[in-house]
Structures are given as structure tokens and as C-alpha cells.
């Protein structure tokens, strides 16, 4: 449930800081004084006399337009239709005191922290001297490759279709049971060690992985022996880039 609820926690924050820091270099133009020495940086508003061009803009990236006091009373008189054309501004330069989302951008920071103690707090404890010690998720993925390549290399060594059949039933039957099992059982754990997406690229590879496995048991279940021994080859490689993605998680080695 601790994970559960930093997880949660972790993309609220995100979500509001990402949209706290959007203003941070545009601020409202009722903020704005001639004395905060701003310049321009890009088109705003629209223009009373034509409305398709803006009311001002920054010609080029090397160029700066002042923000002065005249320039602010050109740009609050900036009214079509009775509906004033610019609320916010964007500047160049950034400026605490006018930024108006720093308390929902603390809030956010705040709510990082917390979801950090929170997922701190969840992890497992120690196993105890003589406890049967829990899988780790890399662990439970080295167990599922070795034990795909080791079919893979079994059935190279066998010249009988009905026996290849009988033995990609089998193992695969076997491994959906025991190592993919485990390895998808994994996702809270996997979660709070490398994040959602972490897990994501782990499971896209693994995905692939077990979708081939999955095609080689159907074909070999209808007696398609070269398209059995194809996907399960062709299952080696995502396998292998899962293993890889598990082991650049911080923590797992």
C-alpha cells in the first residue's frame, strides 16, 4: 500500500510541477513593473490593427526588446473586441519574486520528499538468518533467460519433430508457470526501485520476449516445428535487452 501510495504521490508531484514551472519564465503581465528589467522573449498578444500578427515579439534570439514602462502601458491597453489580448508574457529572465507557481512548485517538491520516506518506509526488510531470502526481480529475469537459451540449445541437439514439439510444450509450459510468473509478479517491487519507467522499458522488452515464447508453444502445439524453433530463437534477443534493462536499475546488483 506505501508503494501504492508513493507511486501515486510521485506522479501528482510531477504533474504539478511540470505545470508550475510552464509559468516560470512567463509571467502575469499585472506582475510585471518596469523596474524588474525584463527583455522579450517571443511573440504576445495580438495585434488591434491586425489581428492575425502579434501585438509584439522578439525579432530574433539575439535580439531584446525591453519591457519598460511605456512598452507595459502599450501592452495593458492591448484590447480587441473589449477583451484584453495579453495576460502573460514571456521574458528571458527569470524572477522569483513574479513567478507565480513557486508555492505549487514547493508543494510539488514537498510532495517528492514525501513520497520518497513513503517508498523508504515500504521497502522489505532483511530477510532473517536462516529465512528463505526473496527473489529479486533481476534475479527472477537471469532465471528466465538462462532457462530460455537452455531449450533453445537442447532442441539444436534433437532430430526428431515430435520430440522438439513435446519438449518446447513442456518447458514452455513450465516457464509460463514458474519464471514469467515471477517476473510479472514483480511489478510493485520493480516499481519502487527503478519507477514506472523503468518498469515500462522492462516490460516492453519482456513483453516481446514472452509473446515469441507464447508463438513457439501454439506452434508447436499444432506441429509447426520450424516456426516453433524460429520463435523461440527470435525470443533470445528482447530476453537478453529485459535482463540488460533490469540490471542498469540502481540497487538490483
Not at 14 to 39: F, K, Q, W
Not at 83 to 92: E, K
Not at 136 to 159: C, F, G, K, N, Y
Request: with cysteine.
Amino acid at each position: 500500500m506505501k508503494r501504492l501510495l508513493s507511486t501515486l504521490l510521485i506522479a501528482c508531484s510531477v504533474a504539478l510541477g511540470t505545470l508550475c514551472a510552464t509559468n516560470a519564465y512567463a509571467p502575469r503581465l499585472e506582475a510585471i513593473t518596469g523596474t524588474d528589467e525584463y527583455t522579450l522573449n517571443g511573440a504576445v498578444g495580438r495585434d488591434p490593427g491586425a489581428p492575425s500578427q502579434p501585438f509584439a515579439r522578439a525579432p530574433a534570439p539575439r535580439d531584446r526588446v525591453p519591457i519598460d514602462d511605456a512598452w507595459l502601458t502599450r501592452a495593458r491597453a492591448n484590447v480587441i473586441d473589449g477583451t484584453p489580448q495579453i495576460h502573460r508574457v514571456p521574458v528571458r529572465e527569470f524572477r522569483f519574486s513574479r513567478w507565480d507557481g513557486k508555492w505549487g512548485f514547493a508543494i510539488a517538491c514537498g510532495g517528492l520528499g514525501c513520497a520518497a520516506l513513503l517508498a523508504r518506509s515500504g521497502k522489505p526488510r532483511a530477510p532473517d538468518e536462516g529465512e528463505e531470502k526473496e527473489t529479486s526481480p533481476i534475479e527472477a529475469i537471469v532465471v528466465l533467460v538462462q532457462e530460455t537459451q537452455a531449450l533453445h540449445r537442447d532442441i539444436q541437439a534433437m532430430s526428431d519433430h515430435e520430440e522438439i514439439c513435446r519438449t518446447i510444450l513442456r518447458r514452455v509450459e513450465t516457464l509460463e508457470r514458474g519464471a514469467i510468473e515471477e517476473v510479472v509478479g514483480m511489478r510493485e517491487k520493480a516499481i519502487a526501485l527503478s519507477g514506472l519507467g523503468g518498469w515500462a522499458r522492462l516490460m516492453d522488452r519482456f513483453a516481446s520476449g514472452e509473446r515469441l515464447l507464447r508463438r513457439a508453444w501454439s506452434a508447436a502445439a499444432d506441429g509447426h516445428v520450424d516456426e516453433a524453433v524460429a520463435s523461440l530463437a527470435g525470443a533470445q534477443e528482447p530476453m537478453q535487452q529485459a535482463l540488460g534493462v533490469a540490471r542498469s536499475w540502481r540497487g538490483l546488483q
